[in-house]
T-cell receptor, first 113, second 113 residues
Framework: NAGVTQTPKFQVLKTGQSMTLQCAQD?????MYWYRQDPGMGLRLIYY???????DKGEVPNGYNVSRLNKREFSLRLESAAPSQTSVYFC????????????FGDGTRLSIL | LAKTTQPISMDSYEGQEVNITCSHN???????ITWYQQFPSQGPRFIIQ?????VTNEVASLFIPADRKSSTLSLPRVSLSDTAVYYC?????WGRGFQKLVFGTGTRLLVSP
């Protein structure tokens, strides 16, 4: 039972480099989400995809782009990484109706020097 | 979505019952209450959720008074492995195709021997 799989688990980038974080779920969920978590803080929503073919901005979208490649996969791209984007990134998914719990991956730890 | 307020930290000992209370004074009629648990280096994990009165599952109970302005997560007979951060969130039951959750800083529970 893989659930939500994120790759890579760790990454170090230099300022200005680009990178794509990958997320895949095998639960046939309609909705997928990207969050970031800074030290000692709660999670903040970056982007979400309510269903295949749609994406929308969350609370902190600046500096990021997303692609809902198909129902299973939702990627997050940093076009020009900045030190302020050093964080742990979590992907989540759920069925998509209002009260269904979200299932989270184990995160990608990203450091930008 | 209603803002939630919960204690920053709590301490307990193995075998004790732990009650974490969350305040959500501006909860709307369509909102439900949901709780997540997060261990270090892992994504949050759904624990329990409810709309009113009491909900119980194999790991916790959730008590919601009639006015729904607060809720209490009860963990019976905690063990060292229950040391984690617990998030109280309010979600929109009638979310249109996605679930927008707002994570605060959570309650850091430390269970000692």
């Amino acid at each position: 039972n893989a659930g939500v799989t994120q790759t890579p688990k760790f990454q170090v980038l230099k300022t200005g480099q680009s990178m794509t974080l990958q997320c895949a779920q095998d639960m046939n969920h309609n909705s997928m989400y990207w969050y970031r978590q800074d030290p000692g803080m709660g999670l903040r929503l970056i982007y979400y995809s309510a269903s295949e073919g749609t994406t929308d901005k969350g609370e902190v979208p600046n500096g990021y782009n997303v692609s809902r490649l198909n129902k299973r996969e939702f990627s997050l791209r940093l076009e020009s990484a900045a030190p302020s984007q050093t964080s742990v990134y979590f992907c989540a998914s759920n069925i998509g109706t209002g009260d269904q719990p979200q299932h989270f991956g184990d995160g990608t730890r990203l450091s930008i020097l | 979505l209603a803002k939630t307020t919960q204690p920053i930290s709590m301490d307990s000992y193995e075998g004790q019952e732990v009650n974490i209370t969350c305040s959500h004074n501006n909860i709307a009629t369509n909102d439900y209450i949901t709780w997540y648990q997060q261990f270090p280096s892992q994504g949050p994990r759904f624990i329990i959720q409810g709309y009113k009165t009491k909900v119980t599952n194999e790991v916790a109970s959730l008590f919601i008074p009639a006015d729904r302005k607060s809720s209490t997560l009860s963990l019976p007979r905690v063990s060292l492995s229950d040391t984690a951060v617990y998030y109280c969130l309010v979600g929109d039951m009638w979310g249109r195709g996605f679930q927008k959750l707002v994570f605060g800083t959570g309650t850091r529970l430390l269970v000692s021997p």
